[in-house]
């Protein structure tokens, strides 16, 4: 009997790409969400507005950590700007789909992403 979950997501739960943490990441991004009691945290490392490495930690539930690796997997190698233009449908999309009542997993994975950009661009001043 099939789970509420795609194929992709119970392979980004079972293995998660990029997780960990980057010592001295350029940007980091923590974000909870009250409604399930997660917290996603995503380090960046940033050469040339390129993201070269990105890494993540989350504590949650199987959607939360196939949404973080999804979105590590979507953005590394990209741009600045061309992270920043990914949505939560994208991660959600990638992955073949979400439950409804787990959809707030991939707001998660893009609020982490758009913190720890922010975080980046302070630091970079």
């Known amino acids: 009997m099939p789970g509420p979950y795609s ?3 119970m392979d980004h739960f079972m293995n998660p790409r990029n997780m960990g ?3 001295d990441a350029d940007g980091v991004g923590e974000v909870g969400n009250p409604a399930c009691g997660d917290v996603m945290k995503l380090f ?3 050469e040339n507005d390129r993201i070269v490495d990105v890494k993540f930690k989350t504590f949650g539930c199987g959607a939360a950590i196939a949404s973080s690796s999804m979105t590590t997997e979507l953005i590394k190698g990209k741009t600045i700007d061309e992270a920043l233009k990914l949505s939560n449908q994208a991660v959600a999309e990638a992955l073949g789909g979400l439950p409804p009542a787990k959809e707030h997993c991939s ?3 893009e609020d982490a992403l758009k913190a720890a950009l922010e975080d980046y661009k ?3 001043g």
Do not use: G, P
Request: glycine share 0%; net charge positive.
């Open 7 to 9: 194929d992709k997501v």
């Open 21 to 23: 943490e980057i010592e």
């Open 44 to 46: 960046l490392k940033i």
């Open 107 to 109: 707001v998660l994975a």
């Open 122 to 124: 302070k630091k970079k």
